[in-house]
């Protein structure tokens, strides 16, 4: 079984930085790409970024030289630091893993962490 466990989200004033974490454990043989979503009131759950196995990385534009995603291989970990916040980066973040586990490749998500950007 595996599980993923994210942290770092709460309230921050605009211009503020958070940076959330997301720790997957289980019954893991790898790790390929990771990645943060993010699902606002009203709106569709949207890519935030994303890092692959080798280190690539992509962005949405609307948080590009903002954000920045990172991973710790060794603690089967992803980061996602943000800084210069706004209120329209208020939403739910969702982290998003796919691993090979004994059943073979799949795609497994966080619970949600809670980011609310307001003074």
């Known amino acids: 079984q595996v599980q993923l466990v994210e942290s770092g989200g709460g309230l921050v004033q605009p211009g503020g930085s958070l940076r959330l974490s997301c720790a997957a454990s289980g019954d893991i043989f790898s790790i390929y790409a990771m990645g943060w979503h993010r699902q606002a009131p009203g709106k569709q759950r949207e890519l935030v970024a994303r890092?692959?196995?080798?280190?690539?990385?992509n962005y949405a534009d609307s948080v590009k030289g903002r954000f920045t995603i990172s991973r710790d291989n060794a603690k089967n970990t992803v980061y996602l630091q943000m800084n210069s916040l706004k209120p329209e980066d208020t939403a739910v973040y969702y982290c998003?893993?796919?691993?090979?586990?004994?059943?073979?490749?799949?795609?497994?998500w966080g619970q949600g962490t809670q980011v609310t950007v307001s003074s």
């Open positions: 890092i692959t196995s080798g280190g690539s990385t």
């Open positions: 998003n893993v796919d691993l090979m586990v004994p059943e073979g490749l799949r795609d497994y």
